[in-house]
T-cell receptor, first 111, second 113 residues
Framework: GNSVTQMEGPVTLSEEAFLTINCTYT??????LFWYVQYPGEGLQLLLK?????DKGSNKGFEATYRKETTSFHLEKGSVQVSDSAVYFC??????????FGDGTTLTVKP | DAGVTQSPTHLIKTRGQQVTLRCSPK?????VSWYQQALGQGPQFIFQ???????QRGNFPDRFSGHQFPNYSSELNVNALLLGDSALYLC????????????FGPGTRLTVT
């Protein structure tokens, strides 16, 4: 079946540091890939997505590129802020419509 | 626009009981998916409803069932509750033919004692 493996956390960074959260996947066919974010006390929000190989999703300074050759979709941000502290989930949706999520990576940004 | 709403917010049930959770999708959305999120884990896909029928199902037993109404709202039913069913249950809505972007509700926290 499909699976998503995320970099284990928690991750603690200082403000303005560079962020990378690794995500690799296993899927049949050509899934769409997503990053969701869950802020404390809130529901899941879509952060960015990519629907085909070499697509780059971006939003709020975050970026991720769909790499078919390495089956990866790593999340990056050049300069994190305290307000970026949250849990980040990598996910895929296969052609049949079933979603698979990773276990989440907790990011804490300190001033 | 109200977004996705879920009720109740919290629920405490006893082992063996049955529970019904409710979800109203974002305005204009016609597809509802349900997820179970255990503490410290990612959401696990339970099933998806479109046109009042279950279209996709994850690896969950038949104790988990659902329904979608003509107004696109949905219910998740769990029978014969087990301690292991304690989790956050998330509802997500989307457009069947409008891309795969899902909008999530705040969830219902179910505790089974």
């Amino acid at each position: 079946g499909n699976s998503v493996t995320q970099m284990e956390g928690p991750v603690t960074l200082s403000e303005e540091a560079f962020l990378t959260i690794n995500c690799t996947y296993t899927a049949t066919g050509y899934p769409s890939l997503f990053w969701y974010v869950q802020y404390p006390g809130e529901g899941l929000q879509l952060l960015l997505k990519a629907t085909k190989a070499d697509d780059k999703g971006s939003n709020k300074g975050f970026e991720a590129t769909y790499r078919k050759e390495t089956t990866s979709f790593h999340l990056e941000k050049g300069s994190v802020q305290v307000s970026d502290s949250a849990v980040y989930f990598c996910a895929l949706i296969a052609r049949a419509g079933k979603s698979t999520f990773g276990d989440g990576t907790t990011l804490t940004v300190k001033p | 626009d109200a977004g996705v709403t879920q009720s109740p917010t919290h629920l405490i049930k006893t082992r063996g009981q049955q529970v019904t959770l409710r979800c109203s999708p974002k305005s204009g959305h016609d597809t509802v998916s349900w997820y179970q999120q255990a503490l410290g884990q990612g959401p696990q896909f339970i099933f998806q409803y479109y046109e009042e029928e279950e279209r996709q199902r994850g690896n969950f037993p038949d104790r988990f069932s659902g329904h979608q109404f003509p107004n696109y709202s949905s219910e998740l039913n769990v029978n014969a509750l087990l301690l292991g069913d304690s989790a956050l249950y998330l509802c997500a809505s989307s457009l069947r033919w409008g891309g795969e972007e899902q909008y999530f509700g705040p969830g219902t926290r179910l505790t089974v004692t």
